[in-house]
């Protein structure tokens, strides 16, 4: 297994781990790609766990808590 494919199984993993908690949210598109948004109402369980991790959401860059709230990754 290469580096690459190393890294793209763990980042499944995690974002299989992430739907299965309802922190995201999971959703097949018109075009058959999955779409992956942040849980709106899950928010304030997810700045927990950031502030918890030591990564405040208020004091981050482009990933702030000012962010968009429901913006799709994919």
């Known amino acids: ?3 690459r494919e190393r890294q793209m199984a ?6 299989a781990e ?6 995201v949210l999971e959703c ?4 058959a790609r999955t779409h992956y948004s ?5 928010v304030s369980e997810i700045r927990a766990l950031l502030k918890e991790w ?3 959401p208020a004091r ?3 990933t ?11």
């Not at 763990?10 to 974002?15: I, S």
């Not at 992430?18 to 922190?23: C, D, F, S």
């Open 1 to 3: 297994m290469t580096e």
């Open 10 to 15: 763990e980042l499944e993993e995690a974002l």
């Open 18 to 23: 992430l739907v299965a908690t309802g922190l």
């Open 28 to 31: 097949k598109g018109k075009d």
């Open 38 to 42: 942040v849980n709106p109402r899950k």
């Open 54 to 56: 030591g990564k405040d």
């Open 60 to 62: 981050q860059g482009p």
């Open 64 to 74: 702030s808590a000012h962010s968009p709230v429901g913006k799709h990754i994919t």
